[in-house]
């Protein structure tokens, strides 16, 4: 079935600095979702990439959709604090009526002030 | 700030007895999910309800029991779970049954421990 490898498993980093992760699959992929979450609450959308190579912003985060549309990668610029929590990628998966959204297995950032 | 919330927060069960989750979104939403998140494991899909009518079970066991009584609430019962089943249960929704352009909103999820 379709696995989605994300890496780094965890980061640890000094505030300020820029932050990148990416998920890779050797399945083809229709939609990417990065989410983040953080302690004690659910996921939260960040950003959704539709169309292959495609670059999405959302204030300090860009997103991309791989040209093979077998990877995604986020990018944090000038981490800041509030950046701690875990990240998420999700890909969906569409042909006809079979729809799944595959998970990864989460990017746990930490930032230190 | 979340549309959905979802009671309790944290939960320890023995595997004999029953319990049930709660969920509520204030969202106005049609479509409501259940998930599973377990430690070192993806998020797992488990049911999902489309104008109150169950239109997906992922292969879940019988112990766990959904009801859909209204598009805005979302219960998931339990009976005789096992310590495996110790996982957050996440709830989320969305305006329509997810196809990729809906954003789902998750609540904060009920942290279950099974003893």
């Known amino acids: 079935g379709q696995q989605l490898n994300q890496s780094p498993q965890s980061m640890f980093i000094q505030e300020g600095e820029d932050v990148s992760m990416n998920c890779t699959s050797s399945s083809i992929f229709n939609t990417w979702l990065w989410y983040k979450q953080d302690p004690g609450e659910g996921p939260v959308l960040l950003i959704a990439?539709?169309?292959a190579g495609e670059l999405t912003s959302n204030g300090r985060l860009t997103a991309q959709f791989g040209i093979t549309r077998k990877d995604s990668f986020l990018n944090i610029s000038a981490s800041i604090p509030s950046d701690v929590g875990i990240y998420f990628c999700a890909g969906l998966f569409n042909a006809g009526n079979n729809r799944k959204l595959i998970w990864g297995l989460g990017t746990s950032l930490a930032v230190n002030p | 700030e979340t549309g959905v919330t979802q009671t309790p927060r944290h939960l320890v069960m023995g595997m004999t007895n029953k319990k049930s989750l709660k969920c509520e979104q204030h969202?106005?939403?049609?479509?409501m999910y259940w998930y599973k998140q377990s430690a070192k494991k993806p998020l797992e899909l488990m049911f999902v309800y489309n104008f109150k009518e169950q239109t997906e079970n992922n292969s879940v066991p019988s112990r766990f029991s959904p009801e859909c009584p209204n598009s805005s609430h979302l219960f998931l019962h339990l009976h005789t779970l096992q310590p495996e089943d110790s996982a957050l249960y996440l709830c989320a929704s969305s305006r329509y049954p997810w196809t990729g352009k809906e954003t789902q909103y998750f609540g904060p999820g009920t942290r279950l421990l099974v003893l």
């Open positions: 990439l539709y169309k």
């Open positions: 969202l106005g939403h049609n479509a």
